[in-house]
């Protein structure tokens, strides 16, 4: 065997192994990189009308977050992280945008949840609420909200799709958080202004809200169930002398 006839030999398995490597990463790339799904766009367009950006002044200074539209008279959900019982200067920017004063009908921090309303004309769009019992682990999940402030700097919320990573129990608080109790996990992102928002099911329907208590080992967000918060709107309304 002559040099050129080594040469030929070792060049073609070398050729299959980069041809292999090449392959390799590729493959890797499709699977790690998570590419929008179609319904993405349907969940996007039947809920985006029903969360707010919301902003509020207390001692401590300002902060902001999330709402979301349970009433179409203007009775909004959003975090006591956001909005505890002490807030002032109630401010809520709904889709268009529209900025509108509101007042709080109450809070509750143990399970970091404050309900605030403001005044319209019965003409706002309510997001659909399902069951969190229902919910089960692998399941699609979507995070829509006031991300970066994006809905009160650009009138647009942002959307995170991903999936039910978890259903576990809290035992403790964290970041802020009173909240200690059953969570859902999920892997659509959760940030800075996601306070108080939506976690949605595949349908577009709330089954959790994003709290700022999260999974310290495993850097996931936490929404806590509806089917825990139900009771707790319930009472806080009917507590409001306002009506």
Same mark, same amino acid.
């Given at each position: 065997?002559?040099?050129?006839?080594?040469?030929?030999?070792?060049?073609?398995?070398?050729?299959?192994?980069?041809?292999?490597?090449?392959?390799?990463?590729?493959?890797?790339?499709?699977?790690?990189?998570?590419?929008?799904?179609?319904?993405?766009?349907?969940?996007?367009?039947?809920?985006?009308?029903?969360?707010?950006?919301?902003?509020?002044?207390?001692?401590?200074?300002?902060?902001?977050?999330?709402?979301?539209?349970?009433?179409?008279?203007?009775?909004?959900?959003?975090?006591?992280?956001?909005?505890?019982?002490?807030?002032?200067?109630?401010?809520?920017?709904?889709?268009?945008?529209?900025?509108?004063?509101?007042?709080?009908?109450?809070?509750?921090?143990?399970?970091?949840?404050?309900? #605030?309303?403001?005044?319209? /004309?019965?003409?706002?769009?309510?997001?659909?609420?399902?069951? +969190? !019992?229902? $919910?089960?682990? *692998?399941?699609?999940?979507?995070? #829509?909200?006031?991300?970066? /402030?994006?809905?009160?700097?650009?009138?647009?919320?942002?959307? +995170? !799709?991903? $999936?039910?990573? *978890?259903?576990?129990?809290?035992?403790?608080?964290?970041?802020?958080?009173?909240?200690?109790?059953?969570?859902?996990?999920?892997?659509?992102?959760?940030?800075?202004?996601?306070?108080?928002?939506?976690?949605?099911?595949?349908?577009?329907?709330?089954?959790?809200?994003?709290?700022?208590?999260?999974?310290?080992?495993?850097?996931?967000?936490?929404?806590?169930?509806?089917?825990?918060?139900?009771?707790?709107?319930?009472?806080?309304?009917?507590?409001?002398?306002?009506?």
């Amino acid at each position: 065997m002559d040099d050129d006839d080594f040469r030929r030999i070792w060049r073609f398995p070398c050729l299959l192994a980069v041809l292999a490597f090449i392959t390799s990463c590729r493959s890797g790339q499709e699977s790690s990189v998570a590419l929008p799904t179609p319904n993405a766009t349907s969940i996007y367009k039947k809920t985006v009308q029903s969360v707010v950006g919301v902003r509020v002044t207390t001692w401590r200074g300002e902060r902001s977050g999330t709402g979301i539209i349970l009433s179409s008279d203007g009775l909004i959900l959003t975090s006591n992280s956001v909005c505890p019982i002490d807030s002032e200067g109630i401010k809520v920017w709904l889709k268009g945008p529209r900025r509108l004063h509101a007042s709080i009908v109450g809070t509750e921090p143990r399970y970091d949840i404050s309900l #605030i309303r403001i005044k319209c /004309d019965n003409d706002l769009k309510t997001i659909p609420i399902g069951q +969190s !019992s229902k $919910v089960q682990i *692998g399941e699609a999940a979507y995070t #829509i909200g006031n991300f970066n /402030d994006s809905i009160i700097l650009n009138d647009e919320a942002a959307l +995170s !799709s991903g $999936v039910i990573s *978890g259903a576990y129990q809290v035992p403790n608080e964290r970041e802020g958080s009173n909240y200690v109790g059953p969570v859902l996990e999920t892997s659509a992102a959760v940030g800075i202004g996601m306070e108080g928002a939506p976690c949605l099911d595949a349908e577009g329907r709330l089954i959790g809200v994003v709290t700022t208590n999260y999974s310290a080992s495993r850097r996931l967000g936490l929404a806590i169930p509806i089917d825990e918060l139900k009771p707790v709107i319930e009472s806080l309304w009917a507590l409001w002398p306002g009506k």
